[in-house]
Structure formats: structure tokens, C-alpha cells
């Protein structure tokens, strides 16, 4: 999952859009700094996730995705304005 794995725009303001060229997504999950879970997506099986961010603060944040196979990925996001 690592491979295929895409996170643009980042640092993001409005929009995410989270990309896997290889495998579907299963669920995909945003944290703040402290673990808490901000937003959460289940039961996905799309390539390809837009998330609307416009609401959350100006940060620093870890995204976790989960692809159909069962592999996890994590990777760190900007939101800036």
C-alpha cells in the first residue's frame, strides 16, 4: 500500500484528496496530535477519497489508511491557510 499511496494537495486548506494507484482503500482515519480521531471513513473500496477539511484548525495531523488487503499506511499532513 505504501507504493501507491498519494496525499495532495499537502499542506492542504480546503480539500484532501488521498489517492492509492495500486489498491482500494478500506477505511481512512484522521488524528490530531494528542491520537484523538477527527474523521473517519468505513467500508470506502474507492481508489480515490476527497475529504473536506475547510472546518478543521490550522496543524499538523497523522492520516491513517487501511487498504482492502489489510495493510496499513500512515502519513503526516499539513493544513494551513
Known sequence: MNGGLDIFPNPASNKLIVTD???????MSIYDMTGRQLINFEKISRSEIEVDIHEMKVGIYLLKVIGESGKEAYRKIVISR
Open 21 to 27: 494507484k495500486q489498491l482500494k482503500i478500506k477505511s
